[in-house]
């Protein structure tokens, strides 16, 4: 799966629990909504996923990509700590210049 290198990125980040990486991917005005909650800025970001990561230890496999100018989807199994794993997530990604600005978790 060819996929930008911004969400390789994101996903090898994810899979080693790296927040700081993992952050980076965003840009600095960044928006992140996730489990009925949204994120802004790089610095909440990291929060966010560092505790996520020590909550739910979920790692990603990328099933499906597909992309539409700047707006994107991932489809990725995310397997971890929490109830009902495996899950299909969706991202939903707006890429500019290189840097996620907004990402939307669906299922």
Known sequence: MN???VITDLVNAQNRFDSIAYSNCFSETAVVFDEGKTH???SDIQNWIEESNQKYR???KPL???EN??????SAECSGTFPGSPIILKFHFDIVDD???H???TE
């Not at 100018?69 to 991932?74: A, F, Q, Y």
């Open 69 to 74: 100018g700047t707006t994107s989807v991932l």
């Open 64 to 66: 499906e990509y597909t």
């Open 3 to 5: 996929l930008p290198k």
């Open 103 to 105: 990402l939307k978790v």
């Open 99 to 101: 840097q996620i600005q």
């Open 58 to 60: 979920s790692v990603m």
């Open 40 to 42: 802004k800025g790089r």
